[in-house]
């Protein structure tokens, strides 16, 4: 099993960490980006990963900020060595209805859902074109697919992914790159927690399956994309979302 340096954003996260889990057992060595607002909680949360057997370097990651991401890579780069898997997972939700919906909370989530893609995308996407050999997930949503109530910021970005994910997926495909998109549903995590229980009960009423998500059951998904023999897999979407919206 060849190691890869494995770069997880939103690492310490509900689904982050499940993410960092996976990579780790796939073998790679596991780098996580936190939201620099959070540092002591970040490392409070390596230290429990590393006490549950778990390696995790921790740096901060400010997903919205293009010269941010671009040091970040950089200091990867030296300190531990190329990224040959990036996922691109972190994501905040800013709900509101349109009609109450702030100009600030349109653009704090397009600014970390969509314009991160582009900030983590583009400083290493060359590098890894010229090695011949790259992984990139895009974490978008089962509500980019079908659209949410409360959620036209949300809901824009997310869909804004496939398109990026499409488009950079072919400019990869020739050079050993893959991308790709996951689209959860609605999993157990602390940003669906927060969702009003009246609603969420209704959510999940709404759901075939009949329960919520476990984060493992997108990690899955994302261990599937990053494998090193799933190169002829581009471009593509996959959907865990026990059957919420069947495309
Ligand atoms: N569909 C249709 N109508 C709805 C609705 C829905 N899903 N949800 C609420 N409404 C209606 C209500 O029935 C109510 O109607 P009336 O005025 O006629 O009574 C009206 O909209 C206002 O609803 P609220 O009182 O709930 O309005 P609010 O301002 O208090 O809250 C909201 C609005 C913040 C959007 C709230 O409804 C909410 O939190 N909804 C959940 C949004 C959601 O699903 N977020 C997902 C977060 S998790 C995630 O995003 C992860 C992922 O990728 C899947």
């Not at 293009?66 to 030296?78: A, P």
């Not at 859902?113 to 990139?136: H, K, T, W």
């Not at 994910?165 to 959860?184: F, R, W, Y």
Request: proline content about 4%; hydrophobic content about 40%.
């Amino acid at each position: 099993m060849n190691q890869r340096i494995a770069v997880v954003t939103g690492a310490n996260g509900g689904l982050g960490e499940s993410m960092c889990i996976a990579m780790c057992q796939q073998g790679h060595r596991v780098v996580g980006g936190f939201l620099p607002t959070d540092e002591a909680g970040a490392h409070e949360w390596q230290r429990r990963m590393k006490s549950e057997g778990y390696e995790i370097a921790l740096y901060p990651l400010d997903v919205t900020d293009y010269d941010h991401c671009c040091s970040f890579i950089s200091t990867v780069e030296q300190e531990l060595g190329p990224i040959d898997i990036l996922i691109n997972n972190a994501g905040i939700t800013r709900d509101a209805p349109l009609k109450r919906m702030l100009p600030q909370q349109w653009q704090a989530v397009l600014r970390t859902n969509l314009d991160s893609m582009y900030n983590m995308c583009q400083p290493v996407f060359e590098a890894m074109c010229s090695r011949g050999f790259g992984r990139i997930v895009n974490i978008s949503s089962l509500n980019g697919e079908q659209g949410q109530f409360g959620q036209a910021n949300y809901s824009a970005a997310k869909a804004g992914i496939y398109g990026f994910t499409k488009a950079i997926a072919k400019e990869g495909a020739s050079k050993g790159v893959t991308v790709n998109a996951v689209s959860p549903g609605f999993i157990d995590t602390p940003m669906v927690r927060q969702i009003p229980e009246n609603v969420l009960n209704a959510i999940i009423a709404g759901v075939p399956v009949g329960r919520l998500g476990q984060p493992e059951e997108i990690s899955r998904a994302v261990a599937f994309l990053t494998a090193e023999d799933a190169g002829y897999i581009t471009g593509t979407n996959i959907s865990v979302n026990g059957g919420a919206y069947m495309s």
